[in-house]
């Protein structure tokens, strides 16, 4: 018996793999997070420079992962790409621009006799840490809400406004979650540095943080929820192929795909107890809790955006011309290819996980930041 793999199939493997890489990106941001807290978590320059330094840790996973997001979106459903990228360009040059100065930032931030000086290099980083978990969030709820382009029949994009995706800024849901993913970030950001950093006053002051972004986070995050919900969403129609409106398509979704919505409520525990734990039991484990709360919920919501028959980039200006995971995926044959260069992902995640635990065995301390080693 010969097991044939359908074109259909890998859409749907490579929106599980996009899902994936989305998810942990969303985790990985907690290096932004805690970015955003450099002027106003530390009490002294010291405090800053051990912040800096256990995010500076990490900083390579999180460019990493959005380059790998970036690539294997682009290479599984290049349409979106392209529609994406060459309509809504004001937003995505805006996130990009964010990490190369992040990237910067790190580099040179301790170098001595740079030019524009230390004050600069943070603000980069709080720029970053602000900017991008923000505008990631406004970008991915057009997910949802859908976007301004139609496509003529050669798929050249149009952009109805001429603000080429800034106009996502005006949509009241798509803020929510854009303010949602910056406040997650943080709080993971908290927990990071709750769980890395050995400076007992410094921690104090993380969880007392840690309170007043977990109730702007619920606030933004329980919005967008219950507005998704009650919304109208963006349906394929079996028989045609058109696009149509349906009521409560998302919480149609949630109700017909029910392994979906128990990984959404179980991400949306985890979350929770990761806040509990550290500001009712001092626990320094938080992170862990958060941090795979956040990938198990943004993994849910992407799969919802995507599968049973939804358009997961609609068009708010063209309707027929929405995107799909059918019509704006690769050829079989480069999805085929490209799902066996994907069977190396389990030794890729091994190797990082090697890498988070060694370099963090030994805990950011006040000794390691005096002394002549490297530092940023």
Same mark, same amino acid.
């Given at each position: 018996m010969t097991f044939t793999i359908s074109h259909l199939f890998l859409q749907h493997y490579w929106w599980i793999i996009i899902s994936l890489l989305a998810s942990f990106l969303v985790f990985l941001m907690f290096v932004q997070g805690g970015q955003s807290l450099i002027y106003s978590l530390p009490q002294n320059n010291l405090q800053k420079k051990m912040i800096v330094n256990s995010?500076? @840790? $990490?900083?390579? =996973?999180?460019f990493t992962t959005l380059v790998t997001f970036g690539g294997a979106f682009f290479a599984s459903f290049p349409l979106?790409?392209?529609?994406?990228?060459?309509?809504a360009y004001w937003v995505w040059i805006?996130?990009?621009f964010s990490f190369t100065i992040q990237a910067i930032a790190y580099e040179f931030r301790s170098k001595p006799n740079n030019v524009f000086g230390q004050k600069t290099f943070d603000l980069f980083l709080f720029l970053n840490g602000s900017l991008g978990p923000f505008l990631i969030g406004v970008a991915v709820a057009t997910f949802f809400t859908g976007a301004m382009f139609s496509l003529n029949r050669m798929n050249q994009v149009h952009w109805a406004t001429p603000w080429y995706g800034l106009?996502?800024?005006?949509?009241?849901?798509? +803020?929510?979650?854009?303010?949602?993913?910056? *406040?997650i970030a943080r709080i993971n950001g908290?927990?990071?540095?709750?769980?890395?950093? #050995? #400076?007992?006053?410094?921690?104090?002051?993380?969880? $007392?943080?840690? %309170?007043?972004?977990?109730?702007? =986070? +619920?606030?933004?995050?329980?919005? *967008?929820?219950?507005?998704?919900?009650?919304? $109208?969403? =963006?349906a394929v129609d079996s028989v045609t192929g058109n696009i149509i409106i349906e009521k409560f398509k998302y919480l149609h979704? =949630?109700?017909?795909?029910?392994?979906?919505?128990? +990984?959404?409520?179980?991400?949306? %525990?985890?979350?929770?107890?990761?806040?509990?734990?550290?500001?009712?039991? $001092?626990s320094v484990t938080g992170i862990w809790f958060s941090g795979a709360g956040t990938i198990l919920s943004v993994f849910s919501l992407f +799969?919802?955006?995507? *599968?049973?028959?939804?358009?997961?980039?609609?068009?708010?200006? #063209?309707?027929?011309?929405?995107?799909?995971? @059918?019509n704006a995926s690769s050829s079989l044959f480069t999805l085929k290819t490209m799902m066996y260069v994907s069977f190396i992902m389990p030794f890729v995640i091994a190797y990082i996980w090697y890498a988070w635990k060694a370099i963090n065995r030994t805990k950011i301390t006040e000794g390691e930041m005096n002394s002549d080693g490297h530092a940023y």
């Open positions: 995010l500076g @840790r $990490k900083w390579e =996973f999180t979106f790409y392209a529609t994406s990228f060459g309509g805006a996130i990009l106009e996502a800024l005006l949509n009241v849901r798509n +803020l929510a979650l854009g303010f949602a993913v910056l *406040f908290l927990l990071y540095i709750i769980n890395s950093v #050995d #400076d007992e006053s410094l921690i104090k002051r993380s969880v $007392k943080r840690l %309170i007043t972004n977990s109730i702007p =986070f +619920l606030i933004f995050f329980l919005y *967008f929820i219950v507005s998704l919900l009650v919304s $109208k969403g =963006f979704n =949630f109700v017909e795909m029910p392994v979906v919505l128990v +990984l959404f409520l179980a991400g949306v %525990i985890g979350v929770l107890s990761g806040i509990g734990i550290t500001i009712l039991k $001092k +799969l919802i955006a995507g *599968f049973n028959g939804t358009s997961f980039y609609p068009s708010i200006y #063209d309707l027929q011309s929405s995107l799909t995971i @059918r």
